[in-house]
Every structure is written in C-alpha cells, then in structure tokens.
C-alpha cells in the first residue's frame, strides 16, 4: 500500500528555516517524479516543487531560490528546505506521487501545516 | 490568480446532474497536456478524481466523468449525492512556465 506521511511542520518566524520530511512507504521514491504542493489557508492548491527520479529538482518562481528538494534514497524520504520563510509561505504542505507521464498525481500524503508569523 | 479558471462555486440537489468547467490557454489544455481533477473533502487532503481527462482510478464512481474540448475542460457529476459535497481541482502542465498548474478550486454544494 502506498503511503506517505509528511512531518517538520510548525510555527517560524519570517526570515527562519524549516525543513519539512515525507516518508514514503509501499514504493521507491527514487524510481518516481515528486512533488511538493502547499494550500494557504482557505485557499486553492498551489505547486512548490518537484523532483525526478534522476535526481533534477525544479521549483515555482515564488520559492525559487529559497527553498530546496532533496531525498535519500536509503530512507526512502524526500525533504523541503526552506528558507528566508515569509507571511505568504504560511501554508498546509503536502508531499505527492506525480506520475511523471501524464503530470497526474496520484498519492497524497495527510499535509504538515506551517505558519510564518511573529 | 489561477492560471486555470474555475468557478468558485456550484450547487445541486441530490439525484441532479452538475457540471465544473476548467478554463485554461494555448500553454496548458491546449496543448493536449493531460487535464486532472481532485477532490478535497472538508479537512481532508486532495485525492485524485480523473486523470488524463476522463479516466477514473479504481474506486472513483462513474458518476464521476470528465472531457476536454480546445483550451478547456469539464468534470461532470450525476446523481449527486450528499458526500460529493467537497472542493473541486482542476491540474494540467504549463509549457510556459514549466510547471504544473492548478485551478482555483469549486466547492460544490448539496442542497
């Protein structure tokens, strides 16, 4: 069965650092394309990143240069660095299974709410 | 801004048909990238609806059916029931912006 389940969420202020963890069960995420996606609160479903099996990342303009994804393979796990964290970044993050053909994604993790305030 | 467009807001009553459009540009649907939707129920996280336009994944009641003409697409219900009563997304690829892209969002209402 496959499962993921994101962690690291919490309260930060603007200018600090998170780094957010998705273990991955029931499939190798370093055969798969993943994502990062993040819903405001009250908001729509918003892509953050994502990150090929071969190893390339790619990220939104909006976090482009401030965040980073990165896995490890011997731990099945994909994690969201981030940094220079602002008000707008405030956000539920969820990790997700991309199929990588037809840009469809097919698993979710449960989410790991972060909140950028003072 | 969503770079698809939905509308906020639909609504029906149980047994009734509805229809959620998805509006998108020559850089997303229109290039033939595939066309996703999600459903969201209340506090829950996204699940995959129908992908590449009209497909179900196991599970997904064929109540549940999706098409695509040009630059846009539509996700329609029939025999709405109350537990249909979520968040719908619709998700494509941007060539322009080498990025997946999302819809804003509809949140269907059962009367």
């Known amino acids: 069965e496959v499962q993921l389940v994101e962690t690291g969420g919490g309260l930060i202020q603007p200018g600090g650092s998170l780094r957010l963890s998705c273990a991955a069960s029931?499939?190798?995420?370093?055969?798969?394309?993943m994502s990062w996606v993040r819903q405001a609160p009250g908001k729509g479903l918003e892509w953050v990143s994502g990150?090929?099996?071969?190893?390339?990342?790619f990220y939104a303009d909006s976090v482009e240069g401030r965040f980073t994804m990165s896995r490890d393979n011997s731990i099945n796990t994909l994690y969201l660095h981030m940094n220079s964290l602002r008000a707008e970044d405030t956000a539920v993050y969820y990790c997700?299974?991309?199929?990588?053909?037809?840009?469809?994604?097919?698993?979710w993790g449960q989410g790991t709410l972060v909140t950028v305030s003072s | 801004q969503s770079v698809l467009t939905q509308p906020p807001s639909v609504s029906g009553t149980p047994g009734q048909r509805v229809t959620i459009s998805c509006s998108g540009s020559?850089?997303?649907?229109?290039?033939?990238?595939?066309v996703n939707w999600y459903q969201q129920l209340p506090g829950a996280a996204p699940k995959l609806l129908i992908y590449?336009?009209?497909d179900r994944p196991s599970g997904v009641p064929d109540r549940f059916s999706g098409s695509k003409s040009g630059t846009s697409a539509s996700l329609v219900i029939t025999g709405l029931q109350a537990e249909d009563e979520a968040d719908y997304y619709c998700?494509?690829?941007?060539?322009?912006?080498?990025?997946?892209?999302f819809g804003g969002g509809t949140k269907l209402t059962v009367l």
């Open positions: 029931g499939f190798s995420v370093s055969y798969e394309y």
């Open positions: 997700a299974r991309v199929n990588h053909n037809y840009n469809y994604f097919d698993y």
């Open positions: 590449v336009t009209s």
């Open positions: 998700q494509s690829y941007d060539s322009r912006l080498s990025a997946s892209v």
């Open positions: 990150i090929y099996g071969g190893g390339r990342a």
């Open positions: 020559s850089s997303n649907i229109g290039t033939g990238h595939a």
